[in-house]
């Protein structure tokens, strides 16, 4: 056998059938935004790697912040025990993330972020002596990972989940905020859905724990933009109500959406923020849920005060390492610039692609670039041109889209446009 064919035969992958394998490549180094291929080809990852590795893969600062902590400290537990790599990354979230977020909890991935948020909101309420107080409302067509509570959580038709419904907790949803961003705020609470998500709050409010959103980008579940004016009338039910406010940043944190968060479109902060994905700028799997001071207190005052969760590899050395290095280039604060410039020119160079027979819609936010087909489009053909294009793009749904690394050039950046308005006439 093959590598590759032991791979076809053995190796499950992502939301794949493992007896009916998908063309794979075989990638054996990355640097910047090219990936090497087995054969040699060259590629560029205008996926960034499902959206992380925001410095280009193997950044230099990176990999040596890592190596370094390899060769002194690759882990060590951190009940009773704590260490430098976790408070100085401690330090960086603390300078850029909202300023109401001053606790920390450091998890392994965005789907234990989610469950981590979750549970906090539930610990918070029954510290609080509301104990009933244990569901969650959120808005259709999100996605928040797929461990079985942020699943629940998930669009629960369109969110690849639906065949679990029976095994999944009922939560509470309304529909996704009806007023894009582009498009002007209206007042009447019928046309901006937030009379839906009043009527929910008001009639539910004795179960509901915490109302969790994709604040503006609804990533996965659509890749909609809609209007951060939703998130501020949301802010104040939630407020009015006693609801805990999550947003689930995984895919919008650190600079993706021209803000260095999604939060920062708003005048509003959450009680609960959940970063991941990009936080070590690709380099391995880590997370956090970060809350105010109202939720850690809320729940360090109820009994027992503790909070119930810590992962075996909790603020792992080596991972704390790497988002700290990855946040020390985001806090020069170059990423602003080449956002702005990806932003400008994918809006360009997408455009064109509106007058295409079976295109929906284009829609451009910071370093997100989205063709919407009018159909459903397969991954597997346009895999199939990815090493012609030079580029590698996996669409899903009706979606050809990229989210390029913000250090990719204007060359470059051609280049994917180009490969992604090909695959949008031949899909
Ligand atoms: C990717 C994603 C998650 C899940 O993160 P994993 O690291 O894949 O577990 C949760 N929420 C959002 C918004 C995401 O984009």
């Not at 790599?85 to 972020?113: H, K, N």
């Not at 989610?114 to 549970?119: C, F, N, P, Q």
């Not at 969110?159 to 419904?165: A, N, Q, S």
């Not at 597997?380 to 989210?403: N, Q, S, W």
């Amino acid at each position: 056998m093959t590598p590759l064919e032991f791979d076809q035969h053995h190796l499950w992958h992502p939301y794949t059938n493992v007896t009916k394998p998908g063309p794979t490549f075989v990638v054996k180094e990355a640097e910047g935004v090219w990936l090497t291929l087995d054969d040699g080809t060259r590629i560029i990852d205008a996926m960034s790697s499902w959206w992380s590795t925001i410095h280009g893969h193997r950044h230099p600062t990176i990999t040596k912040d890592v190596h370094d902590q390899l060769d002194r400290l690759p882990h060590v537990m951190f009940g009773g025990l704590t260490h430098d790599p976790a408070i100085e990354l401690g330090r960086r979230l603390l300078d850029l993330a909202p300023d109401t977020m001053q606790r920390i909890f450091y998890c392994d991935s965005g789907s234990v972020s989610v469950e981590v948020a979750l549970k906090m909101a539930v610990q918070y309420q029954v510290s609080l002596g509301r104990p009933a107080r244990c569901e969650f409302a959120t808005i259709r067509q999100g996605y928040h990972g797929d461990t079985w509570k942020a699943m629940s959580v998930c669009d629960p038709v369109t969110g690849m989940h639906h065949l679990f419904t029976g095994a999944l907790s009922i939560q509470h949803f309304v529909d996704r905020p009806p007023i894009a961003i582009d498009a002007d705020w209206s007042d009447d609470p019928a046309r901006n859905g937030l009379g839906a998500l009043e009527a929910l709050l008001t009639e539910n409010q004795d179960r509901i724990a915490a109302l969790i959103l994709e604040p503006v980008v609804q990533g996965t579940g659509g890749m909609y933009f809609y209007h951060p004016e939703y998130l501020n009338r949301a802010r104040a039910l939630c407020d009015a109500h006693d609801i805990v406010l999550i947003f689930d940043e995984i895919a919008t944190g650190f600079g993706r959406t021209g803000q260095m968060f999604a939060t920062d479109h708003t005048s509003v902060q959450p009680d609960i923020l959940c970063l991941g994905k990009a936080i070590t700028g690709g380099t391995m799997s880590f997370a956090t849920t970060m809350t105010n001071e109202k939720i850690a207190e809320g729940i360090g005052g109820g009994d027992p005060g503790l909070f119930m969760h810590g992962p075996t590899f909790m603020a792992n050395p080596l991972a704390c390492a790497a988002a700290g290095a990855s946040l020390s280039l985001l806090q020069r604060g170059d990423w602003q610039g080449q956002v702005a410039a990806i932003e400008a020119q994918l809006r360009a160079e997408l455009a064109p692609a509106r007058a295409l027979p079976g295109v929906a819609d284009v829609r451009v936010l910071g370093a997100i670039g989205v063709i919407e087909m009018d159909h459903v489009v397969s991954a597997d053909i346009a895999h199939g041109h990815c090493k012609e294009m030079g580029v590698f793009l996996r669409p899903f749904g009706k979606k050809i889209y990229t989210m390029p690394p913000f250090v990719t050039s204007p060359d470059e950046l051609r280049q994917i446009t180009a490969a992604m308005l090909h695959l949008a006439k031949v899909l």
